[in-house]
């Protein structure tokens, strides 16, 4: 079989230890079986890399993968995909990001870039059309994201080039370090930052001059053109994403009771108003931005309040944005906020300002002190041990530690481990709100049930973007279903997993699911790659990549008893609004769900099953 | 009543809450049409038709937190004191995958 289309065929292999970039074929027989992107990549990190790898080690190892579709004129394809063993996790770790920096790598004329080993000194890899080479980091090691993206530009005399980099948070191997491209996209979850900063490799910088070649240009222009159409026709992706990104929901959902608060011990922010999508549409938001060939424009460029300037002032980048960033998106405005009882929405922007330089997840900083608020007004840490008074809505403390964390100063050393290590460090594992070790987002899983089983059975621990059953619990569609429910949940959160795991494979972005299905990027697909795909075999890829992370899961020694909520969830009732009296009903409806799997009962895939997924 | 992003400038001249006087759901929906400005573009935000015998498709309503379409829909009476709430979804497809 020959590659026809969205594939450039070459995939970069850099051995830091040896210090050499290799160029080799794409494993073409993988590709149409699981598609590329985050599928690619899985089977390439199921081939190479042993599941027991301590994840920090030069025997991990650390992908970027771009899809198909990435780099095409199909909307939204500006996604790449970051895998590798987390540290923070100890499962597979699948963390995406947009941006440019994939369409640049493809037009430079790589699906992918495999790095192994450790290098002796900080470098950065540089890629300029077919030049692919490792460059001293040496005088980058130390610095922030926006200095770093900032010098290479410079010293490359390319300013166009993408850059993807990590911040001292990286460096100093913060459980849940991010690699941020273009400042302030970032591959955020999981701690693949930590794992690039354990390999000595500070940044990757790319420029390409080519394009992506497409199977059937025709059919490409039609099909992505339709899905552009129905983009336009979904209120969600032309308005409301549009104006009020994705914080529009912090409203939303603090009015159906789920906005966990003060570390999962509400459910409800008294103050979620003052830190809404609207807040911010009224009084901070300077504009909106996309990424490569995005036509929903989520993003948001938002303004210190001129109150705030003296406070949590910001250094800008680029510097005509004055006292501007850009975010906060809803899931790090409730964790920096909500669930640290935080309602200046000035802090929280600095803190989310902050984490994109330092290079952090802010959904897991943001809880992980939140854990700490609570420990800290329980009495169990005090200011001996946390050096500043840490209760809940302290915007001082926030930044305090945000800075702490990256640099592991004093108790930000605890903090950079992450809610379930500090946790159990100071005796009180009961604060971690997560799952396999990622703290979660934005949902109390008690209120929404489907999101507590989407929760517990996610590949890469607690993530709403794995199977946001939010969408028929709160938004209703394609169907409503009871949030409170047990019922159904189990084969709604396979077919999310499924469908979300096809889309990340294909280089585009989930949002796209706001406003158009599988079945309008199918076509773009056949399109774009010349694969004469079947009409359900793009959602069967999906299937055939989740089973194989949890076939790699296994293997690296998770099991069924890593598949459930912390006893806050299971077994604490919500104290009070509209879902008073809730606990999460994950027992009634894991079973259910490993049986939608064709899973056993211990949650291991069945043999018929991977014999039908072609994994046998 | 508490009216979410788009909707506080469409039917409540940018308010972000109201007291209504309703024994229903759907009676206070057709008050707030009623005294809409522009009635027409208000009368098709809320209801899917004329008729008024469903709420529009992207139009969520909850009472105390909890969705309509898991109580009585627009005819879910109404007690004092109960909170109402109004949003817009508006997506389509498969959201979030």
Redesign the interface.
Known sequence: MTLQGGFTGTILRVDLTRGSVEKEAIREDWAREFVGGRGIAVRYLHEEVDPQVDPLSPDNKLIFATGPLTGTNASCGARYMVITKGPLTGAVTTSNSGGRFAPELKFAGYDMILFEGRSERPVYLWIQDEIAELRDASHLWGKGVFETEDTIRRESGLPDCAVSAIGPAGENLVRYAAIVNEKYRAAGRSGVGAVMGSKNLKAIAVRGTGAVRVADPVATMRSQWAMKH?LT????T???LP??GTL?LM??IN???ALPTRNYRDSQFENA?DIS??ELAETRLAANKACFACTIACGRVSRISEEGVGRYGVSCSPRNWRHATEGPEYENAWSLGADCGISDFDAILKSNWMCNDLGMDPISLGATIAAAMELYEAGVIDESVTGIPMPFGSGEALLTMTEKAAYRDGFGDQIAEGSKIMGERLGHPEVFMGVKGQEFPAYDPRALQGMGLGYATSNRGACH?R?????VE?????E?M???AAEGKGAVTKA??D?????DATGLC?FL??????E?IHPILKAVTGFDLADNELLQAGERIWNLERLWNLRAGLTAADDTLPKRMLKDAIRG???QGEVSRLPEMLPDYYRERGWTEEGHPTAEKLAELGLG | MRLLAGLRDRLAGGSHALEVDASSVRDLLTRLVGESPDFRAAEELVFESATRDRAARDLRILVNGRSVQFLAGLDTNLQSNDTVTLHLTGARGYPGG
């Open positions: 129905e026709q979904a209120p969600l032309a308005e409301g104006a009020y529009a409203n939303v009015e159906h009771g108003e999508g609207e973007l199977a946001y059953t939010v969408a709160v938004v209703g569609e394609p409503p009871d949030p409170r999310f997993q469908t979300s795991t096809a889309v989930l699911t706001f406003g158009t299905t599988l309008s609004g509209p879902a």
